[in-house]
């Protein structure tokens, strides 16, 4: 058998519906942020909140997060991987960043439950996300 044709273990890939997206993003607290500054693709880890079929996170209001990710396309990523039995899913999101303003939306993420950055300083600044799009992926044992 040459190495072309080794298919490895049995394992399948298979796609996530939109609600087990949803579902397997809720039960994670960080992800990555995808956008381009100055014609550079950047990716930042960020502790995240799903709400309302958004993710929201945040970030400094003078940061570079802030200035490239409003109004530009930006991707959001999450996933859980395990090494040891090479198994996980992933979920990507894309659309347009924007600053969370409405009032009733800050209340609930600032609440008891809010995301808590892990980075120091000043993150008060809120960035949704609301998707156009909604993948994601689990790679299983067959």
């Known amino acids: 058998m040459s190495p072309l044709e080794d298919k490895g273990p049995s ?43 958004r993710v929201l996170f945040r970030t400094t209001p003078y940061g570079a997060v802030a200035r490239a990710v409003t109004g530009t396309p930006i991707a959001f990523e999450v996933d859980t991987i395990d090494g040891s039995t090479q198994t996980g899913w992933s979920v990507l999101l894309t659309g347009t960043g924007q600053h969370e303003t409405d009032p009733k939306v800050l209340a609930d ?16 600044l809120w960035i949704g996300l609301t998707p156009l799009a909604v993948s994601g992926r689990r790679i299983a044992w067959s």
Do not use: K
């Open 11 to 53: 394992r399948h890939l298979t796609a996530l519906s939109e609600p087990e997206c949803w579902s397997l993003m809720a039960t994670q607290e960080v992800g990555r942020i995808g956008f381009v500054a100055e014609g550079y693709p950047q990716i930042f880890p960020v502790n995240f909140q799903v709400h309302e079929q």
């Open 109 to 124: 993420l600032w609440g008891p439950d809010r995301a808590t950055p892990w980075a120091d300083g000043s993150r008060v």
